[in-house]
């Protein structure tokens, strides 16, 4: 769940919202079409609308992992309870032990807390994966508007105020690049004027 949510910059109660087929691993991308409140309803995502999300290698990775453990879980419990009838896997991707969503404040306080302490991290909201994500594209010279739609803001304006600190300026470098008053590049703009 922790490798989704920093590797799609999706919302934690978006992330508790995927069901098995909102993945597509051939095209590598996820469909985000609901959210999972922290009341236990499930909603359309914030900005109101599905978005395809791109899913990294790493991401596409996990998944697959994670599949194959809940699907060996579910053979277990099968043999251990002897059985008859198949059980099938939760519709949810990331069900709890009774094959519902995460409640994602519970999964914030009780593992994602935890296991920031385990790694000698200081304390953080679950939410910093999803900063995380959009900072490290912008970063990596990631386009604002790509950002944006992979974040699922509803303008670019939301992603530009929110990250503007990380999205990287040329300075003095852009305007350099204009040319001097003795190129013919510059004797035709003026020559236009």
């Known amino acids: 769940m922790f490798v989704i949510l920093l590797h799609t910059g999706i919302r934690s109660g978006e992330c508790a919202g995927l069901k098995w087929g909102d993945e597509d691993l051939k095209n590598k991308y996820l469909l985000v079409q609901r959210t999972f409140?922290?009341?236990?309803?499930?909603?359309?995502?914030?900005?109101?609308?599905?978005?395809?999300?791109?899913?990294?290698?790493?991401?596409?990775?996990?998944?697959?992992?994670?599949?194959?453990?809940?699907?060996?879980?579910?053979?277990?419990?099968k043999i251990d309870e002897n059985e008859k009838e198949p059980k099938h896997l939760s519709e949810w991707m990331f069900p709890n032990s009774e094959g519902k969503p995460h409640?994602?404040?519970?999964?914030?306080?009780?593992?994602?807390?935890?296991?920031?302490?385990?790694?000698?991290?200081?304390r953080r909201p679950l939410h910093a994966l999803r900063h995380t994500f959009a900072t490290l594209l912008l970063h990596d010279g990631v386009s604002p508007v790509k950002v944006q739609e992979l974040m699922g803001h509803h303008s670019?304006?939301?992603?530009?105020?929110?990250?503007?600190?990380?999205?990287?300026?040329?300075?003095?470098?852009?305007?350099?690049?204009?040319?001097?008053?003795?190129?013919?590049?510059a004797a035709v703009a003026v020559a236009g004027d």
């Open 103 to 122: 409640n994602m404040t519970n999964v914030r306080n009780r593992i994602f807390y935890r296991a920031l302490q385990e790694a000698g991290l200081h």
């Open 156 to 185: 670019i304006t939301v992603t530009c105020n929110v990250y503007k600190h990380w999205i990287p300026s040329e300075d003095r470098t852009a305007v350099n690049r204009l040319p001097s008053l003795d190129t013919p590049k």
């Open 37 to 77: 409140t922290p009341k236990g309803r499930v909603k359309l995502p914030k900005s109101g609308k599905t978005r395809k999300v791109d899913l990294s290698d790493v991401a596409i990775a996990a998944l697959k992992a994670h599949r194959a453990r809940l699907q060996a879980q579910l053979l277990r419990k």
